[in-house]
Nanobody, 127 residues
Framework: QVQLVESGGGLVQAGGSLRLSCAVS????????MGWFRQAPGKEREFVAF???????YYADFVKGRFTISRDIPKNTVYLQMSSLKPEDTAVYYC?????????????????????WGRGTQVTVSS
């Protein structure tokens, strides 16, 4: 019912910037929150950023001040603007939709709130 397609990943040098996009198809994009997660090889998936249906935002501590999540409702697209990239930011980045609005900033496993996931886009940051 909800499909997500990420784009914008690529290779960038440390200190550089990238903007990831997530195109959303399905009903009522503006009525649920959207999140970004990432997963590096051999590592667990980790939370990056979230924007709620009311446009409030929440970030993982390690990206605050560097990454910004936003969305363009008329375009049905959510963005992750990434600046001051570090090699440790290298990962596959996934877009996810919290259609049932189960998000909680205090949840230990934030990924559990999201029913729909994109296939991911690779971000590689070189030294």
């Amino acid at each position: 019912q909800v499909q997500l397609v990420e784009s914008g990943g690529g290779l960038v040098q440390a200190g550089g910037s990238l903007r990831l996009s997530c195109a959303v198809s399905g009903p009522t994009f503006s009525r649920y929150g959207m999140g970004w997660f990432r997963q590096a090889p051999g590592k667990e998936r980790e939370f990056v950023a979230f924007v709620s249906w009311s446009d409030s935002t929440y970030y993982a501590d390690f990206v605050k001040g560097r990454f910004t999540i936003s969305r363009d409702i008329p375009k049905n697209t959510v963005y992750l603007q990434m600046s001051s990239l570090k090699p440790e930011d290298t990962a596959v980045y996934y877009c996810a939709a919290d259609v049932s609005r189960r998000w909680s900033s205090s949840s230990r496993r934030k990924s559990d709130a999201f029913e729909y996931w994109g296939r991911g886009t690779q971000v590689t940051v070189s030294s």
